[in-house]
């Protein structure tokens, strides 16, 4: 089995300090640090995801590739020193205002850095006020926002309103999701839907894929 | 009480263990409060205090458990359907869903709820012998000041509903102004003390937090001497251990802190612990309400506040995952019912929810009303005695023709319990009788329901001081 065999066999089993001593190893020996994460990391969720959607693997289990898969990013990062690893664009997170759930919005986060995003999280009860203001000073061009309460929904209204209507220089997709939140609320508002964390992250991909 | 059957999750060491849990939590871990004058009052009453931060000794929580009402009455607006805690029959009482925004029509349609709805599906608990109040539904924002919600939908049930209401306030600011339009109702703040036909939910955030809205119900239900049926929402796996035992830890002490809180605030004010426990799915992460592991931790939850601290306690008694009326809806709700029925609950709750509580709908309630009046005739149990044994029937022999002429017959007949919509009848009678379903019968009694016109309960002049409350309210509210 070659080392990035390997590598990827331990992001399947969520195997993070096996992970972490392979690229460390893997690194001390010269090999490419792209190299690496695109034929030794990402390959392991690739397969992770595959037995999800195939209903063999957990949600819990997509979590420790992805916690195995951050610590190789380490490794690679600590090896790299000051030249950065690319990302494969920028995205804006948080629970709106008079909301303080967190766990959902932490999932999305969690699978976007995995699969390669930064992700600028606001954390909860966060303004309207707030998420435009990252959005500009980011140039992020997605936004995610979450909302856990039905009594949240007229917020979550409220806030996609207000960045509709504020100018930006780039291209802004708002998304949205949460337990209350339904496709249709989320059409009413101009948003796009997302029913689950997986899908969110589906859907940021599409939405990077498919941006100017 | 007579016969009555019981499911007891934990053994007397298990049960022990956690109260032991649960007050250490609150005596060590302690909650936060975002809420200044409520955690300045909690810390004159005796509380540890460091910010946000609130803990209470175990000795404490003894003495504010120990002004708990053991006795107390949830009124109705029509004086016809009090509500007396314990109930004196030993029985549950039941109420409807809380929160949904959704509306499945009769004709299937599924969209948010308007304020004739509203009016339409509290006439309905009316004439719902086996509900026992009603709480609010989320009316759409379209329909009514999205600031004020749930201030419009209460002014709207008060009018119509005979029955005892339960408010979920949606802002800080609201939560004054509901007590306010109760009071209205009923003739101001004093008469609601002493009569009180709503009662309060407030939610603690897992782990052990309150945000200023829920820490606002307390405080204000508490000055006011509204009862509160402090409510704990966790999810498993998510924002609680994925263990259903570690669950319902988190559940109870929530509620006994929002418990304590009331009543080192406004001693003797009336409580309904009410944990309302739901689980992550971990293949799609949806929030599930009918998985198995938490129905049960719900019992744990019932067993630890009826048996372990002589409160009386609230769960699902009913819902379901299912997004529509089919077979794993009724397979879910009925199983949930039989096995809340069987546990110690005061209140069961969730009356004509699908869709994990997002959704409402007039004929799921309908047929809830049936089931519950089987879990109901569960709930009693049977006695066993040589009358109910028809022992001397049985040793004079004299049943050559059997026992439909019995005298013990003619004493007891009437007491098998016969749900009023499910099917008796044979194979050719049904035929002839148009292959009615369930769901047939429950449109046809829905019908027959709503024929006479949806109307108002109250006084003329008990509407215009709902109506003059409701326009403080709207000024007040309303940005």
Same mark, same amino acid.
């Given at each position: 089995?070659?080392?990035?065999?390997?590598?990827?066999?331990?992001?399947?089993?969520?195997?993070?300090?096996?992970?972490?001593?392979?690229?460390?190893?893997?690194?001390?020996?010269?090999?490419d640090?792209?190299?690496?994460?695109?034929?030794?990391?990402?390959?392991?969720?690739?397969r992770?995801?595959?037995? @999800?959607?195939?209903?063999?693997? @957990?949600?819990?289990?997509?979590?420790?590739?992805?916690?195995?898969?951050?610590?190789?990013?380490?490794?690679?990062?600590?090896?790299?020193?000051?030249?950065?690893?690319?990302?494969?664009?920028?995205?804006?997170?948080?629970t709106?205002?008079?909301?303080?759930?967190?766990?959902?919005?932490?999932?999305?986060?969690?699978?976007?850095?995995?699969?390669?995003?930064?992700?600028?999280?606001?954390?909860?009860?966060?303004?309207?006020?707030?998420?435009?203001?990252?959005?500009?000073?980011?140039?992020?061009?997605?936004?995610l926002?979450?909302?856990?309460?039905?009594?949240?929904m007229a917020?979550?209204?409220?806030?996609?309103?207000?960045?509709?209507?504020?100018?930006?220089?780039?291209?802004?997709?708002?998304?949205?999701?949460?337990?209350?939140?339904?496709?249709?609320?989320?059409?009413?508002?101009?948003?796009?839907?997302?029913?689950?964390?997986?899908?969110?992250?589906?859907?940021?991909?599409?939405?990077?894929?498919?941006?100017? | 009480?007579?016969?009555?059957?019981?499911?007891?999750?934990?053994?007397?060491?298990?049960?022990?263990?956690?109260?032991?849990?649960?007050?250490?939590?609150?005596?060590?871990?302690?909650?936060?409060? #975002?809420?200044?004058?409520?955690?300045?009052?909690?810390?004159?009453?005796?509380?540890?205090?460091?910010?946000?931060?609130?803990?209470?000794?175990?000795a404490?929580?003894?003495?504010?458990?120990?002004?708990?009402?053991?006795?107390?009455?949830?009124?109705?607006?029509?004086?016809?359907?009090?509500?007396?805690?314990?109930?004196?029959?030993?029985?549950?009482?039941?109420?409807?869903?809380?929160?949904?925004?959704?509306?499945? =029509?009769?004709?299937?349609?599924?969209?948010?709820?308007?304020?004739?709805?509203?009016?339409?599906?509290t006439?309905?608990?009316?004439?719902?012998?086996?509900?026992?109040?009603?709480?609010?539904?989320?009316?759409?924002?379209?329909?009514?000041?999205?600031?004020?919600?749930?201030?419009?939908?209460?002014?709207?049930?008060?009018?119509?509903?005979?029955?005892?209401?339960?408010?979920?306030?949606?802002?800080?600011?609201?939560?004054?102004?509901?007590?306010?339009?109760?009071?209205?109702?009923?003739?101001?703040?004093?008469?609601?003390?002493k009569?009180?036909?709503?009662?309060?939910?407030?939610?603690?955030v897992?782990?052990?937090?309150?945000?200023?809205?829920?820490?606002?119900?307390?405080?204000?239900?508490?000055?006011?001497?509204?009862?509160?049926?402090?409510?704990?929402?966790?999810?498993?796996?998510?924002?609680?251990?994925?263990?259903?035992?570690?669950?319902?830890?988190?559940?109870?002490?929530?509620?006994?802190?929002?418990?304590?809180?009331?009543?080192?605030?406004?001693?003797?004010?009336?409580?309904?612990?009410?944990?309302?426990?739901?689980s992550? #799915?971990?293949?799609?992460?949806?929030?599930?309400?009918?998985?198995?592991?938490?129905?049960?931790?719900?019992l744990?939850?019932?067993?630890?506040?009826?048996?372990?601290?002589?409160?009386?306690?609230?769960?699902?008694?009913?819902?379901? =995952?299912?997004?529509?009326?089919?077979?794993?809806?009724?397979?879910?709700?009925?199983?949930?019912?039989?096995?809340?029925?069987?546990?110690?609950?005061?209140?069961?709750?969730?009356?004509?929810?699908?869709?994990?509580?997002?959704?409402?709908?007039?004929?799921?309630?309908?047929?809830?009303?049936?089931?519950?009046?089987?879990a109901?005739?569960?709930?009693?149990?049977?006695?066993?005695?040589?009358?109910?044994?028809?022992?001397?029937e049985?040793?004079?022999?004299?049943?050559?023709?059997?026992?439909?002429?019995?005298?013990?017959?003619?004493?007891?007949?009437?007491?098998?319990?016969r749900?009023?919509?499910f099917?008796?009848?044979?194979?050719?009678?049904w035929?002839?009788?148009?292959?009615k379903?369930?769901? =047939?019968?429950?449109?046809?009694?829905?019908?027959?329901?709503?024929?006479?016109?949806?109307?108002?309960?109250?006084?003329?002049?008990?509407?215009?001081?709902?109506?003059?409350?409701?326009?403080?309210?709207?000024?007040?509210?309303?940005?």
């Amino acid at each position: 089995m070659s080392q990035l065999e390997e590598i990827t066999q331990a992001v399947v089993a969520g195997d993070e300090e096996k992970v972490s001593e392979l690229c460390q190893t893997m690194l001390q020996q010269g090999f490419d640090p792209v190299g690496i994460i695109g034929q030794g990391l990402l390959p392991g969720m690739d397969r992770v995801e595959s037995d @999800y959607r195939s209903g063999i693997k @957990y949600i819990p289990e997509i979590l420790m590739a992805a916690r195995a898969i951050a610590k190789g990013m380490d490794q690679v990062e600590r090896h790299l020193g000051d030249a950065q690893i690319p990302k494969l664009g920028k995205v804006v997170i948080g629970t709106v205002k008079g909301d303080i759930h967190d766990i959902g919005k932490q999932l999305v986060k969690v699978l976007l850095e995995s699969a390669g995003f930064e992700v600028i999280d606001l954390g909860t009860n966060v303004a309207k006020e707030e998420f435009i203001e990252a959005m500009r000073r980011t140039q992020a061009s997605v936004v995610l926002i979450s909302a856990m309460l039905t009594t949240m929904m007229a917020n979550m209204k409220d806030v996609v309103e207000a960045i509709h209507q504020a100018s930006f220089d780039h291209p802004v997709t708002v998304m949205v999701g949460g337990n209350p939140v339904t496709s249709e609320f989320a059409q009413e508002i101009h948003a796009v839907f997302s029913d689950s964390a997986i899908e969110a992250r589906e859907n940021v991909k599409k939405i990077m894929r498919e941006a100017p | 009480m007579r016969g009555r059957i019981k499911f007891d999750v934990m053994n007397a060491q298990e049960l022990e263990l956690m109260k032991n849990r649960v007050e250490d939590l609150l005596s060590i871990r302690g909650i936060e409060v #975002d809420h200044p004058e409520l955690v300045a009052e909690l810390e004159a009453g005796g509380a540890e205090v460091n910010g946000h931060n609130v803990k209470f000794s175990k000795a404490l929580i003894k003495k504010a458990l120990a002004s708990v009402p053991a006795e107390f009455t949830l009124k109705s607006p029509s004086g016809e359907r009090d509500l007396k805690f314990p109930n004196p029959t030993g029985d549950f009482y039941v109420r409807t869903n809380t929160g949904a925004m959704n509306y499945l =029509d009769v004709k299937n349609d599924s969209h948010y709820i308007t304020l004739d709805e509203v009016a339409e599906w509290t006439q309905l608990i009316n004439s719902m012998e086996n509900i026992d109040y009603c709480t609010l539904p989320s009316t759409s924002g379209e329909e009514v000041p999205v600031d004020a919600i749930d201030v419009y939908t209460l002014a709207q049930v008060l009018k119509h509903s005979k029955k005892h209401i339960w408010i979920q306030p949606y802002e800080t600011d609201n939560v004054q102004q509901l007590i306010n339009i109760a009071a209205a109702a009923v003739g101001g703040h004093d008469a609601l003390r002493k009569n009180p036909i709503v009662s309060f939910i407030s939610c603690g955030v897992p782990v052990l937090t309150w945000k200023r809205m829920d820490a606002e119900v307390l405080y204000r239900c508490a000055k006011a001497g509204v009862p509160v049926q402090p409510c704990s929402l966790p999810t498993a796996g998510a924002n609680t251990p994925v263990t259903a035992q570690g669950t319902a830890l988190v559940a109870c002490a929530e509620v006994m802190a929002m418990i304590i809180m009331i009543q080192l605030i406004g001693p003797g004010t009336p409580v309904i612990a009410t944990t309302l426990l739901f689980s992550m #799915d971990m293949m799609t992460t949806y929030t599930l309400q009918s998985n198995t592991e938490i129905t049960m931790a719900r019992l744990i939850c019932m067993q630890l506040f009826e048996q372990g601290y002589n409160i009386r306690a609230h769960s699902y008694g009913t819902g379901t =995952d299912s997004l529509i009326i089919d077979e794993q809806n009724f397979i879910e709700r009925t199983s949930l019912i039989h096995m809340m029925a069987m546990s110690d609950a005061s209140v069961l709750g969730g009356a004509g929810q699908l869709e994990t509580a997002k959704t409402i709908s007039p004929l799921q309630l309908i047929i809830d009303n049936e089931i519950f009046g089987t879990a109901h005739r569960l709930r009693q149990g049977l006695a066993v005695d040589d009358e109910t044994l028809a022992f001397k029937e049985l040793m004079d022999g004299d049943d050559k023709a059997g026992f439909i002429l019995s005298e013990h017959t003619m004493r007891h007949f009437t007491e098998p319990h016969r749900p009023r919509l499910f099917n008796r009848d044979g194979m050719a009678k049904w035929e002839q009788q148009g292959k009615k379903t369930l769901l =047939d019968l429950a449109m046809e009694r829905y019908e027959e329901l709503l024929k006479a016109p949806v109307k108002v309960q109250l006084k003329d002049e008990q509407i215009k001081a709902i109506d003059e409350a409701l326009t403080v309210a709207h000024k007040a509210l309303v940005k």
